[in-house]
């Protein structure tokens, strides 16, 4: 609770809110001011791919992209539970040295889980008769994955301005070079995929330096995997879930109907994109500075420095949200151009989406503090119970109504994933055991 608003003042309440609330931003803001820097960097880089690719190329084409990158992100889900989230809760406690050799330790298991999961994204794309880039498709993967570890790995200890100059490589000069190549008339999924792929590499190169890697013991290996298991079992569990609740929707479009629908959702779903990465960054920041804030503080101040962070997001992300529910249709002819009348038609559902985008945001906080708390059994739940919603309600109105039903689906699914989130973080009254160290010491 604010004091304020329970002081004896006669100042009016709506002067007390007003104070407290501007002393609460000014305070979250000078914390956050990196962490905004650098999601905006990653936010503009993904954005203006997306657009670029989907102003270059056919609606079917584009669905095509959409289909790929979905299971790319699924498979990056994947890697983030076992590596990236035991990475950031246990490296946010470990001094300097103690980081390196994790984040030398989190190298060596990305390359392992990539083998599986490379071989996996390479029957996702003969499935969808892509064969013809499954090399530059799955190099992109690997790459984008070693790069985010780097990256998560200054993440662990907040900084986030050391970040920025290989998040600029990776997706500033990414979206440079399909300009490029999209003016040039050789914008293409294969030069799309072969930039993702070179940018990433030249991005994990300079935060390599830049963390400076430690020395791995191997008799550490064991105990690290072990740990990282028991950190992130519930976090994979949950993201196997998706599964169901989003590769679902996308291949009940492409198998049930055809790209296009894919593409069709793709438009609705990229105008998200430019502030897509400020729920990871809200995410990134919440999960180490809860994890701290417990360590030293206790469950009550932890939630408190959460919902700082979460609002901070909020506030950020609402005016755009706003722009977008009152001019759907302008918006989306200013992002995909003319060459695309027919995605005009998608203004109402972009509407629609806007709600279950705001949902979703309050939900992933909700999660982030959950895990920052060391309660990843938390997000299992609550992608079960999305999942579920997806599979009995969400799936079938895909498959009888195509994207209608994707998008009305998708929405109810959303609104059970954040009463779920909210309901748990709410209802947690005793913290469960406190992250410890990892075994990279």
């Known amino acids: 609770m604010i004091p304020e608003l329970v002081s004896l003042s006669p100042e009016p309440h709506w002067m007390i809110l007003r104070r407290s609330l501007i002393s609460f931003f000014s305070v979250a803001g000078k914390k956050s001011f990196w962490v905004l820097a650098d999601q905006a960097t990653v936010s503009c880089g993904n954005f203006a791919t997306a657009i670029l690719i989907g102003r270059?190329?056919?609606?079917?084409?584009f669905g095509a992209y959409g289909l790929l990158m979905e299971v790319y992100l699924f498979f990056n889900?994947?890697?983030?539970?076992?590596?990236?989230?035991?990475?950031?809760?246990?490296?946010?406690?470990?001094?300097k040295a103690g980081l390196q050799r994790l984040a030398s330790v989190c190298l060596v298991l990305t390359l392992f889980l990539c083998v599986?999961?490379?071989?996996?994204?390479?029957?996702?794309?003969?499935?969808?008769?892509?064969s013809g880039i499954l090399l530059w498709v799955c190099s992109a993967m690997v790459l984008g994955q070693i790069q985010e570890t780097l990256r998560r790995t200054l993440?662990?200890?907040?900084?986030?301005?050391d970040a920025i100059p290989g998040d600029a490589i990776s997706y500033l000069l990414q979206a440079a070079i399909l300009f490029v190549l999209m003016r040039s008339g050789h914008l293409n999924l294969a030069t799309a995929f072969v930039t993702m792929a070179a940018t990433s590499a030249m991005a994990a190169v300079v935060q390599a330096f830049q963390i400076g890697l430690g020395k791995i013991a191997r008799h550490h290996l064991p105990g690290i995997v072990a740990d990282f298991w028991h950190v992130g079992r519930w976090i994979l569990y949950s993201n196997l879930a998706l599964i169901v609740a989003s590769l679902g929707y996308n291949w009940t479009l492409a198998l049930r109907w055809d790209t296009t629908?894919?593409?069709?959702?793709?438009?609705?779903?990229?105008?998200?994109?430019?502030?897509?990465?400020?729920i990871a960054a809200v995410a990134g920041v919440i999960v180490p500075s809860v994890s701290r804030v417990?360590?030293?503080?206790?469950?009550?101040?932890?939630?408190?420095?959460?919902?700082?962070?979460?609002?901070?997001?909020?506030?950020?992300?609402?005016?755009?949200?706003?722009?977008?529910?009152?001019?759907?249709?302008?918006?989306?002819?200013?992002?995909f151009g003319k060459n695309h009348p027919e995605y005009l038609a998608l203004a109402n559902y972009l509407r629609i989406f806007i709600a279950t985008y705001t949902l979703s945001y309050l939900a992933n906080v909700s999660l982030a503090c959950l895990n920052g708390l060391g309660n990843?059994?938390?997000?299992?739940?609550?992608?079960i119970a999305n999942a579920l919603v997806s599979a009995a309600i969400g799936l079938p109105l895909a498959y009888w109504l195509g994207l209608k039903g994707v998008i009305f689906g998708g929405f109810l699914a959303t609104a059970t994933y954040f009463l779920f989130?909210?309901?748990?973080?709410?209802?947690?009254?005793?913290?469960?055991?406190?992250?410890?160290?990892?075994?990279a010491n």
């Open 56 to 61: 270059a190329i056919g609606s079917a084409q």
């Open 77 to 95: 889900s994947l890697q983030s539970a076992l590596v990236v989230y035991p990475l950031t809760l246990r490296g946010a406690v470990l001094d």
């Open 116 to 130: 599986p999961l490379s071989l996996a994204m390479a029957g996702t794309t003969v499935i969808f008769h892509q």
């Open 155 to 161: 993440l662990a200890h907040l900084q986030f301005r």
């Open 261 to 278: 629908q894919v593409a069709y959702l793709l438009v609705i779903v990229t105008p998200m994109k430019v502030v897509n990465p400020l």
């Open 294 to 335: 417990h360590h030293h503080a206790g469950l009550h101040p932890a939630k408190l420095a959460g919902l700082r962070y979460a609002a901070l997001g909020f506030a950020a992300l609402a005016p755009y949200l706003l722009i977008l529910l009152i001019f759907p249709a302008p918006c989306i002819r200013l992002l």
């Open 376 to 383: 990843s059994r938390a997000s299992f739940i609550t992608t």
């Open 421 to 439: 989130a909210a309901w748990q973080l709410i209802a947690l009254r005793s913290s469960p055991p406190g992250a410890q160290t990892a075994g």
